[in-house]
């Protein structure tokens, strides 16, 4: 069975410091793709990243770093300097092929808080 | 902005009646999803449209159901009300049916009381 676990539920930091935020999944198939969405204040779900379970190189947008461990079912996601407006609520979230279509499992989300 | 619509954003009603939210997808997305995101059940799949044609099913209640429309747009009917479907519901769209990132709208948060 499909499944995304987000051990932390909340987090807090100063703003400036880096912050790393943990994603474990599971999934019997080996094609799979993993997401990360951003749900800030407002409500609405943000895209962030796909990672699809091939290509386990990490990947870096700016602040953002995402690092891929199929040998530990991880993706985990950090971001460096964190600032103010990156205070959200965090998902991780898999889809497989195990459906015709394309199901999104999410984790239960991290919500970061940073202080300024 | 992720040009995904959903109406109307707030929904008050009482238990036992029916509402339908709205959805209209980005431009070019042929893929509609609804998602149910309570603070219990967490963000839960519920259905899947592409061209108008059902793809994927998820938890979704037998009291409720959804259709994709010949224009694209999706409509999501919940029926007979209990106070537990109180929840955010999103409205997702995608260009394609297979797995693929999916744009989210703002949501519509319903309230039963």
């Known amino acids: 069975a499909q499944k995304v676990t987000q051990a932390q539920t909340e987090i807090s930091v100063v703003e400036k410091e880096d912050v790393t935020l943990d994603c474990v999944y599971e999934?019997?198939?080996?094609?799979?793709?993993l997401f990360w969405y951003k749900q800030p204040p407002s409500g609405e779900l943000v895209f962030l990243i796909r990672r699809n379970s091939f290509d386990e190189q990490n990947e870096i947008s700016g602040r953002y770093s995402w690092n891929f461990q199929k040998s530990t079912s991880s993706f985990n996601f950090t971001i460096t300097a964190s600032q103010v407006v990156d205070s959200a609520v965090y998902f991780c979230a898999l889809s497989d092929l195990s459906n015709t279509g394309n199901q999104f499992y999410f984790g239960t989300g991290t919500s970061l808080t940073v202080i300024p | 902005d992720s040009g995904v619509t959903q109406t109307p954003k707030h929904l008050i009603t009482a238990t036992g009646q029916r509402v339908t939210l709205r959805c209209s997808p980005r431009?070019?997305?042929?893929?509609v999803y609804w998602y149910q995101q309570s603070l219990d059940q967490g963000l839960q799949f519920l259905i899947q449209?592409?061209?108008?044609?059902?793809?994927a099913k998820g938890n979704i209640l037998e009291r409720f159901s959804a259709q994709q429309f010949p224009d694209l747009h999706s409509e999501l009917n919940l029926s007979s009300l209990e106070l537990g479907d109180s929840a955010l519901y999103f409205c997702?769209?995608?260009?394609?049916?297979?797995?693929?990132?999916?744009?989210f709208g703002q949501g519509t948060r319903l309230t039963v009381v």
């Open positions: 997702a769209s995608s260009v394609r049916q297979g797995v693929t990132e999916a744009f």
């Open positions: 431009s070019g997305d042929l893929s």
């Open positions: 449209y592409y061209n108008g044609e059902e793809r």
């Open positions: 999934t019997r198939d080996t094609t799979y793709y």
